[in-house]
């Protein structure tokens, strides 16, 4: 489970890292306005990875297994 505190990011694998930064936004927002709330990762067997194009400085975000 993942939350993003302070911005918006997203979470996925690889290839939709990638996607995104070629300007094709791809994988599951982390919604900060939201209030930090937890989503469920849906990679699978597949790696996940937290990212974001441009963060804002202070922000930060959280991993758990549930």
């Known amino acids: 489970m993942w939350r993003s505190i302070r911005d918006d990011r997203r ?10 930064y070629r300007n094709n ?15 469920r990762g849906r990679g699978g067997n597949m790696a996940m990875t937290y990212y974001s194009f441009n963060p804002i400085p202070g922000s930060k975000y959280e991993v758990k297994n549930e």
């Open 11 to 20: 979470v996925g694998n690889y290839n939709e890292a990638m996607a995104t």
């Open 25 to 39: 936004i791809s994988g599951t927002p982390l919604l900060a306005a939201e209030g930090g709330k937890y989503i």
